[in-house]
């Protein structure tokens, strides 16, 4: 299994749409977890830390499986400026302060 | 706000070239990392350090090095500059994560896109 795997995208939503994106990793003992995004030609941003029990942040929800080494990102009612690519984000084995960036899934959300 | 700051947008330099990208984070980050991002192949890491002249090499280090003479500054060197080096260069920084074990939130320079000729 890679360190950190995503689906491969693109996914093209129209506005108003629900979309999830899903994540897995390879580490077990994994602590950190991440989702960036990345806008086109831009540095990847934070969008949030994803917590145990799972969290909320507005029309964002993350959710982690612990048992299944699995993430996922939730949107609901998309936005056009939810466009961009989304990087899910792990810990690196053995090695403190060190991140595995997954090579992202595009979203492009269309009128 | 955090703010890391890559000295250049964009940089045009010549086969053999030695090449030197600048990075300043203001927020006195132990961690700093040089990552290069590719078309399909995501964010690569280079170079890392956790302290000031301190280095460790990361996945993609062959042809680079780095120098961190003070906290706030890391720097990537290209000793000779080589077609196939030719991509987006990002530096991040992070705060040392808790009990120094779990990883931080790294914040992101604006990227230097680098095109050797």
């Known amino acids: 299994r890679k360190e950190v795997e995503q689906d491969p995208g693109p996914f093209n939503v129209p506005e108003g749409a629900t979309v999830a994106f899903n994540c897995t990793y390879s580490n077990s003992a994994s602590q950190s977890f991440f989702w960036y995004r990345q806008d086109c030609r831009k540095e990847p941003k934070l969008l949030m830390s994803?917590?145990?029990s799972g969290n909320e942040d507005g029309r964002f929800t993350a959710q982690l499986n612990r048992a299944s080494q699995y993430i996922s990102l939730l949107i609901r009612d998309s936005k056009l400026s939810d466009s961009a690519t989304y990087l899910c984000?792990?810990?690196?084995?053995?090695?403190?302060?060190?991140?595995?960036f997954g090579k992202g899934t595009k979203l492009s959300v269309k009128p | 706000d955090v703010k890391v700051t890559q000295s250049s947008r964009y940089l045009v330099k010549r086969t053999g070239e030695k090449v030197f990208l600048e990075c300043v984070q203001d927020m006195d980050h132990e961690n700093m990392f040089w990552y290069r991002q590719d078309p399909g192949l995501g964010l690569r890491l280079i170079y890392f350090s956790y302290d000031v002249k301190m280095k460790e090499k990361g996945d993609i280090p062959e042809g680079y090095s780095v120098s961190r003479e003070k906290k706030e500054r890391f720097s990537l060197i290209l000793e000779s500059a080589s077609t196939n080096q030719t991509s987006m260069y990002l530096c991040a920084s992070s705060p040392l994560g808790l009990a120094g074990r779990v990883a931080n939130i790294q914040y992101f320079g604006a990227g230097t896109r680098l095109s050797v000729l």
């Open positions: 984000v792990v810990n690196r084995r053995g090695s403190q302060g060190n991140l595995i």
């Open positions: 994803v917590y145990s």
